[in-house]
Nanobody
Framework: ERQLVESGGGLVQTGGSLRLSCAAS????????MGWFRQAPGQEREMVSC????????EYADSVKGRFTISSDNARNRVYLQMNNLQPEDTAVYYC???????????????????????WGQGTQVIVSS
């Protein structure tokens, strides 16, 4: 059974940094796209960043480009989200997620669509104080 466990969230001041980690188990990690999403209270879940294929191709939401960096360690089955220059609007619960199908079968889809992803972690809270 696939499992995703996020960690690394917390409280940080505006301009600070956090590094989120997602530990994956139960599947061959580099065969699948991995995404980071976030959801603030009263708002829809939105894609922050994703690694879409085994070559490490990445996508980012416009709101985080230049501030956030996604990376993966295939040997450890982990995906990371380095978040720099955090702003109060980055406050949210952050989730990692992966589709059921391998990346070649979902390539070309809208990576920002939460419905593309079948497995989700429990989330980690990020709070950015002003």
């Amino acid at each position: 059974e696939r499992q995703l466990v996020e960690s690394g969230g917390g409280l940080v001041q505006t301009g600070g940094s956090l590094r989120l980690s997602c530990a994956a188990s139960g599947f061959r990690f580099d065969d699948y796209a991995m995404g980071w999403f976030r959801q603030a209270p009263g708002q829809e879940r939105e894609m922050v960043s994703c690694i879409t294929d085994s070559h490490g191709t990445t996508e980012y939401a416009d709101s985080v480009k230049g501030r956030f960096t996604i990376s993966s360690d295939n040997a450890r089955n982990r995906v990371y989200l380095q978040m720099n220059n955090l702003q109060p609007e980055d406050t949210a619960v952050y989730y990692c997620a992966t589709p059921k199908a391998i990346w070649v079968k979902v390539y070309g889809n809208d990576w920002s669509d939460p419905d593309l992803y079948d497995y989700w972690g429990q989330g980690t809270q990020v709070i950015v104080s002003s």
